[in-house]
């Protein structure tokens, strides 16, 4: 079976975090100055889509690592209901990451202008440096991916490459906040980064891991029209990701849900043979997520997970289909690796039933604006904050 472009694209990542960690980090340096860094008491991050996921998997980063409290929500959230109720901890305390690759993301863009109209420090984590999300806020740190090799070019794939660029900027960023607010040494802040540049080499390593393994789940589970994925931690984030890279690539119906909260919810689902697929990085989550994998293969359900060689996830008996993420690394960069069993599955999944990505855009939708009526680029934006 030829590699499809989303296939194409999943095999690019760990060149690409191999090109852009330098530059992040550099730019993130210019960003983060450390005066900046010592008057933040509080981190917020938001974004739509992908661009929220990785916030909220970023959320134990700033937590751990900067020894920040950080609270991610989406943009609609922040910008309606959040902003006006912000800490009163004095002016620029509050620092607000907002990510958009395109930068022109109404709800963001929203979400951007009314945090600095609010006092905060308003910064745009963004692929293009002069939209309208840079014009906005009052820092922007540029998270633009490099071109894709020619023969990729001009494909209309799910996001990958732009994920990956905004989960390495916002890690990049925790680290630097850590070291400039003495939450981190010097030396423990300089591992950390070269950890983060190690990532590519896991990356190449879990992309052939699994490969072969999510095509065998994908033909296995050809009859089932929807799927489950289950994380914690940084890794909800990752479940997240993974059933929207389903939705866009073969159009069915993927829940995300938070590991704990399927015992409570997803258990009691009529269609027995629904595949659930558990994803964890061998930390703090690991122990309940064996018991539910037992759960689930009790009441019928097909158990994939996603989870790092040797560890006990990995080698649990009730596993179907196991999608292997290479070691070592640490629970809060793990979804630099979870996230790509998903979208390699997603990618077989959409070549196997032919399925076009984002339903060719028809049945009245359109590409032009990022969904044409569903107006993601041009919604009415609210310029007042409201409490």
Known sequence: MERSPLHQQVDTLPDLVLAMIDNLVTAVRYTFTPALSQKISRVFTTGCGDSYFAPLNAELAFEQLAGLPCEPMTAMQFARYTVGYLPETGQGSNLVLAVSVSGAVSRTVEAMALARRAGATAVALTGSPDGPLGQAAELVLETAVPPLPAELQGQIVPGTRSYVASQLALYLTAVQLGEQRGHLTKAAANKLRRELAHTA?????????????????????????????????PNYGTALFSAAKVLEASGDTAVAQDTEEWAHLQYFGRQVPTPTIFIGAGGRDESRALELVTAAKTIGRRVAVIAPQGSALAAHPDVDFLWETAVPTRECFSPLLTCLPGTLFAAYRAQLIGEPYFRGFGGGRSIEG??????????????????
């Open 370 to 387: 990022g969904g044409g009526i569903s107006r993601i680029r041009d919604s009415q934006q609210i310029e007042e904050i409201r409490q």
């Open 201 to 233: 080499e896991l990356m190449a390593h879990t992309i052939a891991q699994s490969d072969k393994v999510t095509r065998q789940a994908a033909e296995t589970w050809h009859d089932a029209d929807q799927f489950v994925f289950c994380g914690a931690g």
